[in-house]
């Protein structure tokens, strides 16, 4: 790989080198932000991301976190330098409206100016932002965690935060912190994980000012540079895509109002050449419910799949996003104007946007793109109206199948891929015991390839306690591809009785809430499924999709 930047050539060996200690630096700095946090919810199941910029506002490194969050960030370290960013700030945003995705996940932008010894005139130069998201357990709002399924507007979805200077001059400025928490249920939770996203800041300018001790003005130079590398990559791996347009539609189960109705979204992608289009005209205007997504969680719904069809070896930087496109008309579903509700846009929305724009690629790509996963985070929030916990979970399912593997069982899909918090810590954190947590037998769809198994989870809520689930792929099955089965559906239960895909719901100590995850869809005609692999499927379970 080389570069140029007024005239300044770096070379490839050079700029290797750099190009791993700037990924470094962000995977440093999520190890810094998980090993900081106190909430079960960053410090076990990881639900958090970092990344590096550069003085110009491109993603030049990111560390292997949250799908949903790193293609997303761009549009916040926009809105922050907006503002007139200086060095020693660290500021804070969640407003979907201004930067953000959903209230739960708060970013941190950070400029990074540091003092490098023996050159004075480096001082107070903006070289680069570190920034951070982190999804806080709970943010106020009308529910504990901050989700709830019935919201009509962003307001009942909790503290807006729209782009404000937490840290001035390297220092904390303890009134708006006051105000961030005095919004909260938990407010010792969200006080230490906020502390551990500075840190993880703090460790950031502090590496990246150790490089451009020891490299000088090269690293620059490599910003440049390795952008332009994963740019020229990335068009090539899409110059290898048949030019045309390609359409699909899918649907979300209704928007959490109590409606049934269906919710479309539509896509056309125009390839051409090494530019990729996808144009969301035809999506459902934005809805009473909360599964409106701002732009940005489309943007990064694009980016993800994007990256799933070409080569992974390719640096995950802002060339990458280069030459994709993204729209959708202004009050839509994947657009919407304020005050939309959207917290189950970022999380459910984000999820059949994957689907669709693979579905799209798919006629022109068959050897790449994968059957249907569970195509949920299949969300599940229990806590307490008076304070005192508020546990959030995302449950894993089905992988769809590829053209040459069996999908995965029990993983997160598409835009997460979040870990589960273990019984152990689950139990000994919130009032909560864990009746049940397995595999589904017979969710994979068949096919040459069979789909992956979706979860069971059960839980038994040991003190009085509103309980929100923000779920999809209850009514409609996960599609396989090439003859494959479907997936089989998930389900929701409260003490053994069904409840909506989407509800939220005051629960008594003692009640048993269960989540079964949908199963991936097969890939392949069945006949083709080799017979080994489907007496291993009778032996494990596997064998007959559940109805």
């Not at 906020?194 to 993880?200: F, I, M, S």
């Not at 993204?326 to 689907?355: H, K, Y």
Request: net charge negative; charged share 25%; glycine share 12%.
């Amino acid at each position: 790989m080389s570069g140029e930047k007024d005239g300044n050539a770096v070379d490839p060996v050079t700029l290797e080198i750099l190009r791993n200690r700037l990924e470094g630096i962000a995977e440093e700095m999520g190890e810094v932000l998980i090993r900081g946090a106190y909430s079960p919810n960053i410090k076990e199941r990881q639900d958090c991301s970092t990344a590096l910029f550069d003085g110009e506002g491109r993603m030049v490194a990111q560390a292997e976190h949250i799908p949903v969050h790193l293609g997303a960030m761009p549009r916040a370290v926009e809105a922050v330098m907006a503002k007139g960013p200086e060095p020693g700030d660290v500021w804070a945003l969640n407003d979907p409206f201004e930067g953000g995705t959903h209230l739960p996940d708060v970013t941190l932008v950070s400029p990074i100016a540091p003092d490098v010894a023996g050159r004075p005139e480096s001082g107070g130069e903006i070289v680069g932002y570190a920034v951070s998201r982190a999804h806080h357990a709970d943010v106020g709002g009308a529910t504990p965690g901050s989700m709830p399924a019935g919201a009509r507007e962003i307001y009942e979805e909790g503290l807006r935060i729209p782009g404000v200077r937490l840290v001035r001059d390297g220092d904390l400025v303890d009134d708006v912190f006051a105000l961030l928490l005095a919004n909260v249920r938990t407010p010792d939770e969200r006080r230490a994980d906020v502390r551990a996203q500075l840190a993880a800041h703090e460790r950031a300018e502090e590496r990246l000012g150790d490089l451009l001790a020891r490299s000088g003005d090269v690293v620059r130079d490599a910003f440049d540079a390795v952008i332009e590398y994963s740019r020229d990559r990335i068009e090539a791996e899409l110059d290898s895509i048949p030019d045309g347009v390609y359409t699909a539609r899918d649907v979300l189960e209704g928007d959490g109002t109590g409606a049934d109705r269906d919710v479309a979204i539509e896509v056309t992608v125009t390839v051409d050449g090494a530019t990729l289009d996808v144009d969301f005209a035809g999506t459902e205007a934005q809805v009473p419910g909360n599964v409106n997504a701002p732009l940005s969680v489309g943007e990064s719904a694009v980016y993800f799949v994007v990256r799933c069809l070409t080569d992974p070896e390719i640096p995950p930087n802002q060339g990458c996003y280069d030459p994709v496109s993204v729209s959708a008309p202004e009050g839509s579903l994947l657009n919407p104007t304020s005050p939309a509700a959207v917290v189950g846009g970022n999380v459910e929305t984000s999820q059949r946007v994957t689907d669709v724009v693979f579905a799209a690629l798919a006629e022109s790509v068959p050897d790449r793109a994968p059957a249907q996963g569970q195509g949920t985070m299949n969300n599940l929030i229990v806590g307490s109206r008076e304070g005192g916990f508020t546990y959030y979970e995302t449950i894993g399912g089905g992988a769809g199948a590829t053209p040459t593997t069996d999908g995965i069982d029990g993983v997160q899909v598409g835009m997460t891929n979040t870990l589960n918090t273990p019984v152990e810590v689950l139990e000994a954190e919130y009032p909560l015991s864990v009746e049940r947590y397995a595999l589904r037998p017979g969710t994979g769809g068949d096919g040459a390839r069979r789909g992956g198994l979706g979860l069971e989870r059960a839980l038994t809520v040991e003190r009085d306690a509103t309980v929100s689930l923000l779920t999809e792929r209850r009514r409609r099955r996960p599609s396989g591809v090439a003859g494959g089965g479907p997936g089989a559906l998930g389900e929701n239960l409260v003490d053994g009785e069904p409840v909506p895909a989407k509800t939220t719901v005051d629960v008594e100590a003692g009640t048993t809430v269960t989540v079964r995850t949908p199963g991936g869809g097969g890939h392949g005609d069945p006949a083709d499924r080799d017979p080994e692999a489907r007496e291993a499927d009778r032996r494990d379970g596997k064998a007959e999709t559940e109805e």
